[in-house]
């Protein structure tokens, strides 16, 4: 907290104007990055919990920027949302992300994240739709992640913007499941075929009774929905033998892969290793 005595004050209401000035250029540059298509995609592998094959790889965004390096999306997903560009640089994470799946094996999918504020517009449908057909990509071989941030908006909304996706084929995983304003209601609700549980119950896996619980609680509750679990954040094996004990379908994490450029690579090494 800032002392009184006008001294500090001026120092804080510079440090504010800084903040802004600093939050104004990056949104500039970031306008910048997407008119010249600069912003590029990483990918990241998500393996089968029972032989830990590859089934997809979730596209991940990323901007090489010249002066501050690599600007973490946690930082420039908000700031897209709040300046009215996350419509512009979703189109191409999907666009890009839809061409390099074309090349993977077809039984394999790709996630893209999705956030809510796009959910919100009917637009939305239509521009996926049109995506996947200049793409080529068949519409069930995408999945959109999520997350309990569309609860903010018009939930009924949401869900005829989802029935619609899901009536084209695409799947529609919950991403980040149990960080939010977590209702177990929604589950039933909502037209989900995959819940992805944070990294963070994840991460404390095998050190506490009553988290392992939550997570062995929430793998059977969408098991008996007809719903897929993907465990995010998985690090070590001791996690995963105890994901797959309690029946997770499916892993992501740094101890299968990290996010690569290159995921072409990433598949024919698994295709040697396992021919
Ligand atoms: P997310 O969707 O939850 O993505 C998973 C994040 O966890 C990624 O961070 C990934 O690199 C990281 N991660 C993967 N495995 C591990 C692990 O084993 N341990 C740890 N500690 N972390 C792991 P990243 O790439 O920095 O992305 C951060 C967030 O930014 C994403 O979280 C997502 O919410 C958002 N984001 C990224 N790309 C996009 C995009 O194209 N559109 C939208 N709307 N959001 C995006
Ligand atoms: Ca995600
Ligand atoms: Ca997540
Ligand atoms: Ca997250």
């Known amino acids: 907290a800032k002392a009184s005595g006008p001294g500090h004050y001026v120092q804080f209401k ?3 104007q800084t903040a802004q000035d600093d ?22 592998p998500l393996v089968r919990a029972e032989d830990r094959r590859i089934i997809g790889f979730e596209a991940l965004c ?15 997903i908000p700031l897209a949302e709040t300046s009215g560009l996350i419509g512009q640089l979703t189109e191409q994470v999907l666009t890009r992300s839809c061409q390099a799946a074309l090349h993977w094996p077809s039984e394999m999918r790709l996630a893209v994240n999705i956030s809510p504020v796009l959910l919100r517009s009917e637009d939305f449908v239509h521009d996926i739709a049109r995506i996947l057909q200049s793409t080529g990509l068949p519409a ?11 609860f903010v908006y018009d939930t009924t909304r949401v869900v005829s913007h989802l029935d619609a996706l899901r009536a ?13 304003y977590s209702s177990l209601n929604y589950l039933t609700r909502l037209p989900i075929n995959k819940l992805k549980i944070d990294k963070s119950f994840v991460a404390r896996l095998g050190e506490n009774k ?6 062995s609680c929430v793998v059977g509750l969408a098991k008996s929905l007809g719903i897929r679990t993907t465990a995010e954040g998985v690090e070590t094996e001791a996690q995963a033998e105890l ?15 990290r996010p690569t450029s290159d995921p072409m690579a990433m598949i024919v090494a698994e295709c040697k290793a396992t021919p």
């Open 243 to 257: 994901l797959s004990a309690v029946g997770c379908d499916s892993f992501q994490g740094y101890l299968f892969g």
């Open 168 to 180: 084209l084929g695409v799947r529609v995983a919950m991403d980040d499941f149990g960080t939010g």
């Open 23 to 44: 939050r104004f250029l990056l949104q500039r540059e970031l306008e910048t990055a997407l008119e010249t298509n600069s912003l590029e995609v990483a990918f990241q």
């Open 210 to 215: 009553a988290n392992d619980a939550v997570v």
């Open 14 to 16: 510079q440090e504010l």
């Open 140 to 150: 069930d071989r995408l999945e959109v992640e999520i997350t309990e941030g569309v």
């Open 62 to 76: 990323r901007w090489p920027h010249p002066r501050l390096g690599s600007v973490s999306p946690a930082e420039f």
